[in-house]
């Protein structure tokens, strides 16, 4: 079993930032991909920002040159530092861990950019 552990979301305005953590405890070993995905009001889950089982990165459109997605194995962490973050990135981020054929999803953490 896989715990994940969301944090840092908040109420912010527009042009601000915020850090959102993701640790993962329990049956964490070798190369696993992790990501961010969102939800926003009245629409479906996607993918934000993910690092790949091999190190690659990857990122929404949307997102990019804005968003910077790093992952820190010593302590099985991954962090989403946001910035000049805008109306439209409100919604409920989740962290997901992919161990083999499992998928693992945190409890979501809220991020509300007031305009």
């Known amino acids: 079993q896989v715990q994940l552990v969301e944090s840092g979301g908040g109420l912010v305005q527009a042009g601000g930032s915020l850090r959102l953590s993701c640790a993962a405890s329990?049956?964490?070993?070798?190369?696993?991909?992790m990501g961010w995905y969102r939800q926003p009001p009245g629409k479906q889950r996607e993918l934000v920002a993910a690092?790949?089982?091999?190190?690659?990165?990857i990122y929404t459109d949307s997102v990019k040159d804005r968003f910077t997605i790093s992952r820190d194995n010593r302590r099985n962490t991954l962090y989403l530092q946001m910035s000049s973050l805008k109306a439209e990135d409100t919604a409920v981020y989740y962290c997901?861990?992919?161990?083999?054929?499992?998928?693992?999803w945190g409890q979501g953490t809220q991020v509300t950019v007031s305009s």
């Open positions: 329990g049956s964490i070993f070798g190369r696993y991909f």
């Open positions: 997901k861990v992919v161990i083999g054929v499992y998928d693992y």
């Open positions: 690092v790949t089982s091999g190190g690659g990165t």
